[in-house]
């Protein structure tokens, strides 16, 4: 078994960026600029925007975090959104899902320039993304495609099973996995709630990726032999042992599925340093467009 080291590949990648910022710097060009809205105060998002900013400052990015009350209308936040859209000096932004329920967030999403969507969940990105077409690929999937291409992993003629069908992990993760490119070329099931026969499915998948927010569900006996498992899922339990109050526990039972796995990705440091390193990627990325 391989652990797969999103922690060590997000490194690299922030240091390939940071060089490229360097370069930027020479040409005494502007650098590339990321603002985050945080809307309310539910502590893992305002944990993960902290994260975002501080892997800005580290490759030299410039960033910026709009804070918003938790009882901002949904009007007051789609014209900070017209606002960011509208800023020369920003290059890409994100609102930190999830809002609060007062908020629709298709409104959200769908008022976001497309050109500045970093994230990758407008319907133009989603689109070109299917199409094949050049496109801000939604983090985590991008971040799980650049470990397999990172460590050389074999997608080509697997079976993958995607387990989960959001919008912003599961089906654009089950998208890049068919499509006609390295890595890819997989044939793809995609799995969910209402799927039949799920253990049978799982255990049938050579590459095995999960995204379903349920605590340790992916148990052993859903695992074949020598497959390759990446566990997206990241959910708060309280610990009492820990400074914070919490631990992240995953989708997968990692202690008891491990050594079946040729590689397996672990809940810290796996999945969730690539989609940071993945939004910096696309961050550049709009710079670059622009
Ligand atoms: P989501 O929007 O809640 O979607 C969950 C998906 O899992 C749905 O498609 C749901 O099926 C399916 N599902 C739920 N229970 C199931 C079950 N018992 N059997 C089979 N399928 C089931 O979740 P998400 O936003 O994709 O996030 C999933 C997990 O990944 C969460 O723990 C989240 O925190 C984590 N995450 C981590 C990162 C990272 O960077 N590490 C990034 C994003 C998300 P239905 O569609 O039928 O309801």
């Known amino acids: ?9 997000s490194e690299q990648i922030r240091q390939e960026i940071a060089l490229k910022v360097d370069e930027i ?40 975090t709009i804070r918003m009350e938790e009882t901002t209308t ?28 007062h908020i629709d967030d ?14 990758g969940f407008c319907p133009e990105n989603v689109g070109n993304l299917s199409l094949g077409l050049p496109t801000f690929i939604s983090a985590t999937p991008n971040g799980i495609m650049e470990l ?36 890819g070329n997989a044939t793809v099931t995609i799995a969910h709630s209402r799927t039949k026969n799920l253990k049978e499915l799982c255990a049938s998948a050579d590459i095995l990726i999960v995204a ?18 990446i566990d997206v899922g990241q959910t708060r339990v309280p610990d009492s042992s820990k400074k914070s109050g919490f631990r992240n526990v995953g989708d997968v039972d990692f202690e008891n599925v491990k050594d079946k796995c040729s590689y397996i990705t672990y809940v810290t440091g796996g999945v969730g340093p690539m989609t940071r390193a993945s939004l910096l990627q696309n961050t550049l990325k709009a710079h670059q467009r622009r």
């Open 1 to 9: 078994m391989q652990l797969l080291d999103g922690s060590s590949c």
């Open 25 to 64: 710097k020479s040409r005494g060009e502007r650098v590339p600029h990321l603002a985050a809205v945080l809307v309310g105060n539910d502590g893992a998002s305002q944990n993960y925007v902290a994260f975002k900013i501080k892997d800005c400052e580290q490759v030299g990015f410039n960033s910026t």
């Open 74 to 101: 949904e009007q007051e936040l789609l014209d900070k959104i017209a606002e960011l859209n509208a800023d020369d000096d920003i290059d890409g932004f994100i609102v930190q899902l999830p809002v609060p329920k």
């Open 106 to 119: 298709n409104k959200v999403i769908l008022a976001i320039d497309p050109r500045k969507d970093v994230d």
């Open 148 to 183: 397999f291409r990172r460590y050389n992993i074999e997608t080509e003629g697997k079976h993958c099973v995607v387990l989960g069908r959001s919008n912003i992990v599961g089906t654009p993760m089950a998208v890049l996995m068919s499509r006609n490119t390295n890595p």
């Open 212 to 229: 379903i927010g349920k605590t340790e569900f992916v148990t052993a006996d859903m695992v074949k032999e020598g497959a390759v498992v």
